[in-house]
Each structure stands twice: as C-alpha cells, then as structure tokens.
C-alpha cells in the first residue's frame, strides 16, 4: 500500500478508481489465519460509483490498516527469527551446547508473547461485527445484500458463546495466531521431507528392524500406556472435581497419539556435532522420523474410532477394527504415494538428460516433491506422511541421478527450508503460550502427563530393546538403552497435532500440556544432552564411515551363503531373510531400473524379459564407456557381504584390487578406512586370494579407502561393473 | 485429509472429536485466492455436543471436499510446470531458441485453460449461499447466530449483480483464479529480487546513466504517449459505438502506465546463452528492471491523481503536483527501505563471524531481504520496488561478507523461487485467458494498443538515445536501438499490475488488452530474437570480461587525474562528475564500513573520527593478516582508472608484481585476461615502471590473470590492500 492510497481515497470516483486490493498480503492469510479477515474488495461497478463511496472508504481503509498490521505481525516473526539466527550463531561461536536454537526460538517467542500479551493495548473493536440470525445450519458462503449491493462473506469458524465480546478485543493477539493447519500444509512439508531425504541410509537401513519395532510397536504402546494413565488422572480429577467438563478415553488415548510423537532435534543436532555413536544417532533419528509418521495416523485412527449403538463410549470391537483398518490403509496409502512419486522422479530423473541444466533439475525436484503432499492430500491420505516417504525414496534413487550440482542444490534447498520452518514453529510456541487464548491449565492434568509420557516412554524403550537384543549380535547396550528413554523430547509433531483441534475443553487442556511438555523436554533434556552422554560413556568423536569394533560385528545384517559362509551363521539376524529378499530385489531390479547403477538389467531379468531390459537399462551400464553415476556412499551393503548372483554372468576383478586391499588392511594403522574394507578383509580372511563362489566374487572399490576421489577411468574393463561405493563384483 | 475424516463423521460426538478442520490448505488460499471459500471449522463446543450434528457433518464433507479440489488445483498447476519443465529441456536439448520457457508455460496453461473451460462440467452450485439483509455498511466480519451457536463470516468481496447467480457456477474455474496480490505479494518479490541480485554490476554500473534515461524518462515518454494515443482510441471507440461504458482520461494514462513496465526475459535468456553484447544486454535488462519499479509506483501516482472541485475529469495542477509528489515519496521511500536493509544485512554479516555457518547465514540473508518487503508494506510504500534495491544493495555489498557456500547458495536459492515463480505466472496467464470470467475484449481497443505500444516505445528509445548518444563516448548505435526497440516485451509485472484491479469496465478491457499484449510479444518477439540479432549484426559470443575493442573505451565512465590522465579526457563523460562522487564515496566509505574491502577508514575519514573509523574498519584490513575478501570481480571501477588518495599512506606494492603484468599484457594472446588489466596496461602505457601520482598508484592482482585462484598467502607484505578484483593500492 502506498501513501498514494489514501490519497486517493477522495469522494467521487476514488472508489472505483481503487484497485480491488484484498487486504492482506495473500501470504498473511496463509501464516496468520486467524488474521484472515474483512477482505475488502469493495470496489463497486461504474454504475454504483457516486452512492455509497463513504461506505467503501471506510471498508478500503480498514482494508489497508489490516494489510500493514499484517505486515507487522509477519515482520515480528521474521525478526524474531534473525535474532535467534544470530544469537544461534554466537552459542555456536562460543560452543555453548546447553540450549539448541529451538530452545532459544521459543524463548524468543515467550518474550515476544509476554509482551503482546501484557504490552499491546486492547484494539478499541470498533463495530465490525453485526449479528444476523440465520435459522438452518451455518452456510460456508454468506451472500449479504448491504443497500442493494452483495457482499460475499466466508465462514471463518465458529465462535464459542462466551468469546463473542472479545472476537474483535485484540487485534494483535488475533493477527500472530495461526491458521493451525499451517503447520501441516506448510511448515512440518518441508522439515519431514528433509528428515527423509537426509536420513543417513547406511545406519538407518542396518538398523531397520530396530526402527521399524520402536516406530511401530513403540508408539503404539507408549500411546496405549500414556492413554491409559491419563484416563485414570482424569478420573482422579473428575473425583476430586478438577474437571469442569467432558473427557472420554478416547481423548485419553489421542492425547497418548499426539504426545507420542518424539522429536530429538536438540538431541540430534549435538550427536551431529560431537559425532556421536551413529548406530545411536540411526536408532534416534529413525525412530523419530517414524514415529511422527505413525502418530499422525494413529491420531486420526483414534478420532476415527466409532462405536456404533447408543452407549458410544463403550468397546466396540467392530469399531475398533475399523480403525486399525483405517490405519493401515492410510499408513500403506501414504506409503504408496510418496513411493510412487519419488520413482516417477527417478525414471524423469533418469531417462532425460536434466542434469545438464541443474537449475531445471532442482525445480523439478521440487516441484515433484511437493506434488507427493498435494497428490496425498488429493487422494485423501495423510500429505506429511507421503512426504517422508517420498523423501527417502528420492535420496535412495533419484539423487543418484542428479547432476553434482543439483544433488547440492537440492540438499541445500531443503536444508534451509527446513531449518526456517523449524524455526518458524519453535518460535511460534513460545509466542502461543502466551498469546493463545484458549489455554486450560490444569495442575492435576499437567503433572499425570509428565509421569504417563515417563513411564510410556520406559514402557516401550525397555522391554522392547530386551526383545530386539534377543535377536540382535550387536546388543542394544544399556547405555543406549538409557539415552534413548533420555532422548524422548517433544517437539513440532506434537505441538502440531495438539494445536490442530482446540475446540472442547479436553482438547484445550491437552493443547496447553503438550505446549508445556514440549518446552520441559526442549530446555532441560537438550540442555543435559552432553553430560548424560559422558555421563553414558556412548562415544564420540566417531568418523559415521567406521563401524563398531570388530566384536560387535552383528550390525551386518545380510549374510549369504558365499563368502560369508566361514563366518557362519554369527551375522544371522532374525529380520535377515526380509533384507536379503529386499536387498536382492532392490539391487537387481529398482536400482538398475531407476538410477544408472546396479548391474545390467539384461542380467538380472529372465531372458524373455530381454527387450524390456535392454530399454529400461541405462546406456552407462551397458557401454561401459562411462563411469556409473551412483555415489550413494552410504548404501547399506557396503557392509554387507552378499552373494549376487548375476545371471550366468561371471566378471572378474582385476588382481591388483585384492592386493591393494589387503595391503591396506594390513597396514591396520588406519583407523578411517572404509567399513567395507574391513568387513571385506574380515571375511576374506586378509588374503589376497579372491574367494569365489558360485562364480561371484566380491572385491571392494579400493579408492574409497585413499583420500583420493575414486578414479572412475579404469573402470572400463571387462565387464567390471563399478559403483563408487557398493560392491564390485568380481 | 485422510478417509478416517469421513469415518468418524457418525452422528453423535463425531462432530466434537473432529480436530477444527479449516479445509484448506492454507497455502491454497494464498495461491488460490478466489478458491478461498466457506473454512468450516464448525467443530461445536462440547456443550451442543448433541444437536445440529448433522449441520456439522454436512458442513465438514464440503469442507474436505473443498480441500481436496484445491489440492487438486494446486497439482494442476504443479503438474503444469512439471510439463512446462520437462519440455524446456527438450528444447534447449536439441538448442530450440524460438520458443522461450516463459512462451512455454504460456501455451501449456492455454491448453489447460481451455480444457477446464470447455471440458469442465459446471458444477451444480448447491445451495450453499444465503442472501441476508443488512442496512448500513457492509462489515469486514459478520456474526451470523445458527440456532444458538455463532459463526465468524469474513467479507470475500462485492458480487456485481449480475454475477449472483453465477457465483457458484464453475467451482474449477474459480479454484484456478488467484487472488490478484498473490502476484504482487508472493510471485513477483523474488522475481524482483532475482533481478536486483543478479545484476552484472560492471556493466550496469557503467551504463547506468542511460539505463535510469531509459527507465525514468522512457517510462514516462512511453506512458504518457500510451495514454494519449489510446485516449484517441477511446474517443473514436465512444463515436462509433463500440464504448458501453466510462472511460477517463485517467484510465488511459493508468493502461499507459501498466503496459510501460517491459521484461524482457525472452530476449535476455536468448543474450545470456549467445553471449550477446554485454553492454546490449546491461542496457536492456537495467531498464526493463528499472522500469518494472517505475511502472509500479507511476501507476499508483495515476490512480492518486484525484483533481478538486466539481469537474473532477478535469486538469488540476494541484492534484498533478501533489501525484508527481507521491511517485517521488513513494519511490525514494522504497529505494530507502530496500537500500536500508541490505545495508543492514552487509553490517550484520560483516560484524559477526557467520560466514562459518553457511545455514544461518543463508537463512539470515533471505530473512533479511523478505522482511525489506514487508518493512516498505508496513510503512506504505512498495515492498517489490524496495526488494529490487535492496537485491541490488546486497550484491553490492553484503555478497562480498558472505562465504563462498552462501554466495552460491543465495544465488541458487533465489534463482530456483525466480524460476517457478516466473514460470507459475505466465502459465497461470495462459489459464487466464479462457478461466478469467470478466474478459473484454475489443477489436478496436486492442489494435489500437499495439499501435500505441509500438508508437510510445518508438519515442522513447530513438530521441533518448540521440540525446544519450550526444554525451557518450560509446554511441548507442542504431543496431542497438533498434534492438532496443524491438526487445519490448511485456510480461509478468504488466500483467500483474492490470490484474490487480478488474473491477471496472475500463479495467477489464484493458486486462484482456494487457492479456494479448503478453502473449504476442512474448511468443513473436522472442521467437524473432535470434533473426533480428543476426539481422542487426550484433554480436554474440563476447566474454562478459571483456571490454569493448579499444577504439570504443569511452565506456570508462570515470577519470580522475592521476595515472588515467594521459589519455585526456577522451574517456570523459556528461555523467562523469556525478559518478565520480559517487564512486569515491562509496569506495572510500560505504565498502569499508560495510565490507571487508576498500582502504581503512582510519586512512580515509577524518583524523578525528578516529575511534570510530577504528571500529568500523574491518579487522583484516587493520592486520593485513587474513587477505581481503572482496571478489566482487563485476566491481565497476576495476576497469576505471581512478586517482585514489587514502590521506597520507603510501602503499609501496613489490615489483615482480608490476613486471608481471607487463609480461602478461605483452603476450598479447590471451584474449580472456581480465579487463582491469587491459585497462592498466593501456593506462601504464604497458611498461612495469609504477606511475605514482599524488602519492597513489594502482596495480591490479594479477592471480586474476592467471587461471589459478588468487593465491592470498602472500599479500601480508608491508601495507598491501589486497582485493580480488578491485584496485590494489601500491
């Protein structure tokens, strides 16, 4: 809005001269969605222009008065995130590692609630509001007809009988609250997707039994056990008469969804920067990724859950099934969609020569990714978690496809993206808990949930990691035991989730918990991170390529009968066939069809399939005459040792590699080399005698293990097929 | 939206444990402004748990209903791009030049447009409106009581009275309509931005004397000569019968302003990859840039031009000056702004050493330049004018603080969000054509149009230049003006710009006008691009860091009367005293107080500044112990030779230095050593003998020269300056 605004606000033909402008920055109703209000387009047609132009003045000047307070508000945020960016970068300056960025945003926050709420004076509510009975239900779209000119107005929501008065009481308070569904359509997008798409994949897959037990059945007690006591904190307050109003066990079990989500952030980021044990970081980070994903959904099963018949609190197992239904089909759906979207882009990716024009291909990138939200959104399954999965299949496939630049691009895109957006949220809690108007604090309430989120926490932490002990080698110490029931912070999941349905008193009362939990766990579990870890003796300083030592060799979790065989059955873990069925099938089919690495599809599909094959196989494999683009570093079978068996297809290794490596491992001194190397040399017995079996041999790209980038020119002998850091077959 | 909403929508607390549900994406609202209908979070308070249940569900199925079309209209959209994306590839895959991306993205939202026009069924329009009647005013928020439970309304707009019934006509066809200020609030910032921050600052700089002719009084020519030819059109329109409403003279100089503001990104895209003349191109794109800001606040000074008294059409020299007042307020409001922040943001990077973190320096530098739009909206002035100064203030200065991740991630940053955004506007113009539902068009109008455009360039750019042309040293040449000429595409801001107000019949006519305007000089300007450039032998293929042959150096805008002075004052222009306090100041002040670059201020200011000359000087250019970090390689004075007196320091710079660019200089057969050393070389008369005057000479780094980086090690010597790129002081 320029000065020249109100300058043309004359009477006459000021009015129609008006641009319609609607007064909101169009991002303002996105980020401030209580603020959404009075869209002023009052522009008239010529016909009306000399009555009523008084009227459109008043309505343009309100419009432009609520468009600059929009941008104030917005400006608050944004300095509120400068100052915590730089007060970020003085901790980090000075290695304070007590209190992570989000603890700081949200005392930022706090501060700046504190001082809206108690500093701003109430706005005058000049009469804006007018009543108006209306007999049936409440339309979403009001044609109101204002001395014979229509006004469309739209439903905002409803008013509770007793906020009617203070609707219009502050402005300012009203402006900095949001939409809450910003922060599922907006905001947790871009963090949940940078989560998946920089899930360290080695660890993580290794691990991926342990995850997906913690994930799943982890969350699905700790919100069974949190549910439950909190029924039982609810009874004792209604018997003590703490409690003015309904709350089910439902409410209890969905409280128990939401506040199961955990998000270690603080945690993480100093395990990051102390290189703590990555097998610890993969189980914390995997588990937390998750988590979120199936406390989303297990929230929406829990609201879905509906028994039929008048006693509608009762057990109803039809209903219940249902729900476990309704979990499962939106799990897999959601699944499915980000799945599908993230190879779609890996065949784009693939099959065009994008990555020439890296610009192209981050937009790209981008644009697919976030069309997996809108497709799921559009199908009717849950955008956040199609978003994580979508993630983890791009950096799986696609980003092996991507030119060096865009692969930056891309990271660095998303890395900022989810960094503001965290941020953002962080921030937004401390402001909310003293801007937010429906807060229902209960001491009772408060305290039952701090002991129900322990004990769930130690409830699933425990028992579980003693099952998954009985089948892991390499043991879930009790050390790591200990951090990770340490580790159980909560952060924007939850608070997303809890904010996303404030309207009846046990929804406001748990809204005001989780607030409080989240801020609790933030500040004194992040800022106790580094002493619980000495205190843990979990070790630090780890280069993430080296693997435990040579004891704790269980994290191999695939072993054939190759030349692993000598190991016997030591590696086995309980989930490895699952892996190996997967492994086998990734490798051979997903990774030759989607990226340009793997082996030649011609070898690995039966021969009838042979067209086909020769179509969907990347030229590179074929011709040899370039390098494979593959530099997924992290793969998880640079650990493994597993038979491929490629057709009838016998390659053979250059002699001088098996030497090398066993010079290298001879030399022992160096504690960085590849983890490949050294489980290599282990189960080749430190020799330089290639091992075969069954006409597949393994040898280890050597490169990986000098300083050097790997000289990918050499590569072009018979029939080597050559990835940077998956196995090379001999 | 996952299907367990649909599941627990049962009768009874169904209502109640729904999470209060806006139903739309809130980043739809943003993106589909007029799609922005009917957010129902009807969810009740417990105590009507009981009743209007059924209301409820009815009102939450349109809502989820309604989020999901508008992810589907925002896939649309996505999917367009995807497409517009993938074949841009193809196009520059097989070098294809005569279709732009932009021209692309046109034909492609074409397509759509008349598919979801034609293809669509018209949606059934159920009854979701209800007409009320109010008396007074039309209120921006309406309490509407529903059988004893309030809704919030918000006012959406007026509804001409012919669209009453069409309100709810095509639901596909109004989800795909934006909100016109998404453009100028959300689209066009980082276009805008884009532009200031990748400005090829030599050449800009040094033809900056003809690009603000070009862009100040061009634009003003040109908007004034449109608004009077097509106020003729409107006459003769009136005569024959063709006019059914009011059309002021106003309105004239409105279109005339709007259809002012040229972009011509094809043509640019086209220079950019044959390496067009780089004075060419920094003429055209510094005015296209420029005058996007000047369009913007010319046509806002227009609409304020509000004449007293009765005869309100009318001249009125006091209503013209206090317009001519509000451009000057507004655009010198909004240069401040945007130049106030990146000066901040230059401080705040230079102050702090968060170069180290290339995160938080990134998300600082973005927070920064975002909130300059929302600073210059909050205090009325024009946040896209103040983001183009201020991108031109940060790649002036702060680019220089930041490290070397950040300048490439700020760049990519904001070249992606350009982009998408630029591709997202001319597709949605494409769609607009067959969606916008108030389109008038007329033949009269419209021919009459292009006749005025052409005519109105015309008379800009051939007087303009002949009077540029009388103080250049470098004529403007008639192949470049008549480049100039024809490369008067117009594009997102014009479209943006007649977008924002179709209220009126005028407006309308001129939207659809300004519509067709886009779409042909779009597609046959820019598929003419590479004949005319041909046609006009200009040359292609030059090295940006190149100069003009020798014979044409009267592009060195400044001179001092030092070293230069040998050479007279050949290289003298009309503009050169201007540039020549300008540059002093900003090379002796401004980029030591904001970089780390230029002479100490302690040298520079006053003695008794002293102290605070001490603060503000960069600790590396006190110490000489880390080299100076400028490598602002496009600084424009690299190529002057200017008299720099730094008090009374004299620099002595080691000799080998002066041989070496005697020696480089002499080889004479690298046509790609950097100008700055043509430059001195002719300066110096090509000879290693250091020419001193007044205590200063000036030898250039010569690593520049060579391919390898410059090697920083050794510039500790005695009281060097070292810069990149800038002059070093001997």
Known sequence: MEPGDAARLGPGRAARAL?????????????????????????SGAAAEDSSAMEELATEKEAEESHRQDSVSLLTFILLLTLTILTIWLFKHRRVRFLHETGLAMIYGLIVGVILRYGTPASSGHDKSLSCTQEDRAFSTLLVNVSGKFFEYTLKGEISPGKINSVE??????????????????????????????????????????????????????????????????????????????????DCLFFGAIISATDPVTVLAIFNELHADVDLYALLFGESVLNDAVAIVLSSSIVAYQPAGLNTHAFDAAAFFKSVGIFLGIFSGSFTMGAVTGVVTALVTKFTKLHCFPLLETALFFLMSWSTFLLAEACGFTGVVAVLFCGITQAHYTYNNLSVESRSRTKQLFEVLHFLAENFIFSYMGLALFTFQKHVFSPVFIIGAFVAIFLGRAAHIYPLSFFLNLGRRHKIGWNFQHMMMFSGLRGAMAFALAIRDTASYARQMMFTTTLLIVFFTVWIIGGGTTPMLSWLNIRVGVDPDQDPPPNNDSFQVLQGDGPGSARGNRTKQESAWLFRLWYSFDHNYLKPILTHSGPPLTTTLPAWCGLLARCLTSPQVYDNQEPLREEDSDFILTEGDLTLTYGDSTVTANGSSGSHTASTSLEGSRRTKSSSEEVLDRALGIGDQPVSSRGTRLVFPLEESADSPPACGDGAAAGVVRTAASPRVV
Not at 25 to 30: D, G, I, M, R
Not at 187 to 207: D, M, Q, T, V
Not at 212 to 240: E, K
């Open 169 to 250: 009481q502050n402005d300012m308070l009203r402006k900095v609250t949001f939409d809450p569904e910003v922060f599922f359509n907006i905001l947790l997008p871009p963090i949940i997707f940078h989560a998946g798409y920089s899930l360290k994949k080695r660890h993580f897959f290794r691990n991926l039994g342990s995850i997906l037990a913690y994930a799943f059945l982890g969350t699905a007690v700790s919100c069974f056990i949190i549910g439950n006591l909190m029924y039982g904190v609810a009874r004792l307050m209604r018997t003590v008469g703490q409690l003015s109003d309904k709350f089910y066990y439902t």
């Open 19 to 43: 641009p319609p402008r609607l007064l909101l920055l169009p991002l303002l109703p996105l980020l401030l969605g209580r603020g959404l209000r009075a869209a002023a387009s009052a522009s």
